[in-house]
């Protein structure tokens, strides 16, 4: 820190001794002949510390100081003077101008001592100004009291805070801030403190003047006097309620979902930590559902985010509204939902409640007038046979949730310890999948549709099957998705449509001339610019006429990207070839998109023909989609019939076509070619 020292004398001799006096002591030195110069002075160099004659021809030493008191308060201001000049600056002294009056001649020491002083004061004044400022302007509460606790002082702050005016409070107790939220040992303990270390600081509840509680963060200091003996308390305190709100706000975002609302991974973890424990030491488990959307994707593609999100509020709602007290439910991201059940006996019961849930999901949502239909997969693991760590036993419900998936969806399953190799398996797929297409591995099945009103076989669906080396024949679920994710759709799609229409021209030339045949299309195929030649190549190939042919696509197939996928149609149709919307009830087509469509049937999906006598719901949807697609003059197959039961209810309610086991199971060509020269000759 620089020291400057002004000295003023209008002798010259005086001003030279005084120089080497002060000179190399560490001062910064200035000096001045007259009061107007040592004015100037001082305007232009900041000056800690004046010394100065009294005598002097134009400005006496006193004037210069109270001059200088008001232009710069903060300097510390001394006279050097004879004895004689005294009374003359008695006044300027009482008056507060001048600091110290010192005499000629004077002791070197003790000036030194003196002038040493006078910067030692500057520096006290201004850190009791700069306490001042602190003290006036902080936005901490500051209150002061005397050993018995009664309020000598309090800040701006304080009022701030409390609502109480310092006239209000000084002279109480201040008990008068008393929460009542905390017992007597608590204020115990603080006494304790601050009789041992003379501080104390902790949270502590107040009371405001209007009678709120608030949390407050407070530091009490005791201040003892030489003795030793406690003459004050001072507090130092914050509010801290909003500071209180934030960190709990925190961790309420850190635990939970912002969307739904619903508790998120972390809090699941947590939650499931402890089920594992408590289920073990009680000899019972603890159960998690691993849920995932079967359609949500496709929502959120055709309806876009906002629907999406209120798609995925109305499922965690209706989740919820499932659960038992004790158990939980958290989103863990996308459109994947977990719930814990802890403490469970009996796994049936477990069943049962997959069950409802998974027949919740398959209730229509209605959102912004649409009626979304998304069913649900469930990954089923349970602690701790299937593991003892979260994340293990999150693991175990996703590897089951990834089979459930694959056995089509809308369906759960119990982890087994042979999912693991799932994800393995997928990749062997990929690589034996393009080998069974140049070794000839793929074969087609058929599934015959009998038109209920004349009990005849119209056709059949044409279904993929893969002959697998070792594996013998692998369901068209294990790899379909396989053969999307890596494009081998396309080549695999054109070899069975080639099949199908060579052995419909067969079965034609055999006599069973009327039979129609239906392929599926994947969504992908549709993306492949020279379907539509290729179709038109292979009709004229296999001899096959195009209104021989019914192209099936599923119901999220077309409504995604719905207005490219109108215009294919549309050029299909010209072509003379048949429409059918497959897997229908699990999309969510709008009717009024559906009036668009060129399409000549709907295939009601299989998940309601199935519950159609045992779920009022099921069986109020098919009634809907029969007098709905008839209103629309489309006719509708119910795909799935296994009964005779179903199969009575979807004649009485007007079905006209069925496929299912009830009838037969998908046949290889030469199985199906027996089955319709039986079904031709039934005594045959
Ligand atoms: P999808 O088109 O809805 O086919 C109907 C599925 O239901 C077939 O399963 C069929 O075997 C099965 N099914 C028929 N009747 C019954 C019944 O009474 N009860 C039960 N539980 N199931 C019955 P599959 O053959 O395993 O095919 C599954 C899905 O794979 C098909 O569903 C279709 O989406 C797809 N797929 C099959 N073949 C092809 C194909 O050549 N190309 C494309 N892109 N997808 C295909
Ligand atoms: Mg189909
Ligand atoms: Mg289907």
Known sequence: MRRTLLIVDDEPHILNTLIRLFRNRGFYLLTASSGEEALRLLASNEVEVILTDQRMPNMTGSELLSRAKVLYPGTVRMVLSGYSDVEAITDAINRGNIYKFLLKPWDNDLLLANVQEAFDRFDLTQKGEQFTKIYENTVEGIIITDQNTLIQAVNPAFSNITGYQSAEVIGKKTSLLKSGKHDE?????????????????????????????????????????????????????????????????????????????????????????????????????????LIDLDRFKNVNDSFGMELGDKLLIAVAERLKARLHKGDTIARMGGDEYTVLLPLV??????????????????KPFSINENELFIGASIGVSVAPQDGVTPDDILKKADSALYKAKEMGRNTFVFFAPSMNESAVERTIIENDL?????????????????????????????????????????????????????????????????????????????????????????????????????????????????????????????MHDIESNIEFLVVLKRLGINLAIDDFGTGYSSLSYLKRLPVDFLKIDQSFVRDVNADLHSAELVRTIIAMAHGLKLEVIAEGVETLDQLEFLRHHGCDIIQGYYLSRPLSFADFETFMTKSLNPEG
Request: with cysteine; glycine share 6%; hydrophobic share 40%.
């Open 185 to 289: 040992n608590f204020y115990r303990l603080i006494w304790e403190r601050l009789n041992e270390d003379g501080k104390w600081t902790g949270e502590i509840w107040s009371k405001r003047k209007s009678g709120e509680i608030y949390p407050e963060w407070l530091n009490i200091t005791a201040i003892r006097d030489d003795q030793g003996k406690v003459t004050q308390y001072v507090g130092l305190f914050s509010d801290v309620s909003e500071h209180k709100r934030n960190e709990e706000r925190l961790h309420y975002l850190a635990y939970h979902d912002a969307l739904t609302d619903l508790p998120n991974r972390l809090m699941f973890s947590e939650h499931l930590e402890l089920a594992v424990r408590q289920a073990e030491r009680n000899h019972k488990k603890a159960v998690v559902l």
């Open 345 to 362: 006996d009996d796994m049936n019961d477990v069943n049962l409640f997959v069950e409802q849930m998974m027949a919740d999901l398959r």
């Open 434 to 558: 393009r080998r069974a297409l140049e070794r000839g591995e793929i074969e087609v099945f058929y599934q015959p549709k009998q038109r209920l009103e004349t009990n005849t076989v119209i056709g059949m669906e044409a279904l993929v099957r893969w002959n697998h080396p070792s594996r013998g024949l692998v369901s068209p679920s294990v790899f379909i998705g396989v053969a999307e994710d890596t494009g081998l759709i396309i080549a695999l799609g054109k070899i069975i449509l080639e099949e199908a229409c060579r052995k419909t021209s067969e079965l034609h030339a055999k006599g069973f001339s009327n039979l129609h045949v239906a392929v599926n299309l994947s969504a992908v195929q549709f993306k492949d610019e020279y379907l539509l030649d290729e179709i038109s190549v292979i009709l004229d190939k296999t001899g096959l006429a195009p209104r021989f042919l019914e192209i099936e696509i599923t119901e999220s197939a077309v």
